[in-house]
């Protein structure tokens, strides 16, 4: 029979990217949007669920397990971007970033684990990022939230083993999607201390997304790990620069690595 995969996020960008993949690959693929009527003629099913909104992600996964009697993987890839001075950003949508990024997708991961306990088996791949890696300059918070994603990762994978679930997740560098469009960004104000350097950064964010990789490269990623019967901890997707950063952090002292990510962001000291 084939696998049953829940894809959260999965009406655009790198969801709905490894959707499609996985669908013309022989898997059942539900993908999902707070607003599913938007999407017609969408290239695998929607259902209507809210990372936010426990019992519309009860709801989902519920509507799902009824309709295929099933579900073998879950992909949390939903989450929202966000930018500026930790000093200038309101304390609420740092708390909303975390909602959706963090709380939402362990939220998603407690609706599931019940039927894939009862199964003996199952996979959960967190979309984390590279940029959970490092505190990342006017992305601290963002950087933040992948960061405890990728720990709760390591302790949930401990924790499920013995219900033959397997948990990892994979760490995307940039890709050309429209995760701009959606980011909270904190405004760049005239009288601010901040202005220069941060008009800066949000200026190579941008270009940085708008030259990025192809999505379908974390397709094949993901089908790769789908295919593989014991899956890593963690796994990265992007420019060998990207990848090979989380390395020079483990190997640099920490003031060597710090005047790097700062000569890269143009800021100066």
């Known amino acids: 029979m084939s696998k049953v995969v829940l894809i959260t996020g999965g009406s655009s960008g790198i969801g709905k990217s490894v959707g499609e993949f996985l669908v ?7 993908g999902t949007s707070r607003n599913v009527e938007n999407y017609k ?9 809210d990372v936010n909104n426990v019992e519309s992600i009860v709801n ?45 997708a362990i939220e998603v991961m407690k609706a599931v684990l019940p039927q894939m306990r009862t199964q003996k088996s199952g996979l959960i ?32 994978r401990m ?34 201390d901040y202005k220069k350097n941060y008009q800066n950064n949000l200026n190579l964010m941008d270009a940085h997304v708008n030259n990025g990789s192809n999505p379908i490269q974390m397709a094949e990623a993901i089908f790769k790990i789908i295919q593989t019967p014991k899956p890593k ?6 420019s060998f620069m990207q990848k090979f950063s989380i390395i020079l ?11 790097l990510l700062m000569k890269h962001y143009k800021i100066k000291r």
């Open 41 to 49: 003629n969408h290239p695998f099913k929607l259902v209507s669920l």
């Open 249 to 259: 952090k483990r190997l640099l002292p920490d003031t060597m690595y710090e005047n």
């Open 125 to 156: 791949i967190n979309i984390t990022s590279i940029a959970g890696y490092m505190g990342l300059p006017y992305r601290g918070i963002y950087s933040a939230t992948k960061g405890a994603l990728e720990l709760v990762t390591e302790a949930l």
């Open 24 to 30: 013309n690959n022989g898997f059942v693929v539900y």
């Open 233 to 238: 901890i963690h796994y990265k997707v992007g």
């Open 159 to 192: 924790e499920v083993r013995e219900f033959g679930i397997e948990v990892t997740n994979v760490a995307p560098g940039d890709f050309a999607t429209n995760i701009a469009s959606g980011r909270y960004h904190t405004p760049v104000f005239e009288e601010s």
């Open 60 to 104: 989902a996964v519920n509507k799902i397990i009824l309709n295929e009697g099933k579900l073998d993987i879950l992909i949390n890839n939903a989450g929202r971007g966000i930018t500026g001075p930790i000093e200038e950003t309101p304390t609420e949508e740092m708390r909303n970033v975390f909602e959706t990024n963090f709380f939402g």
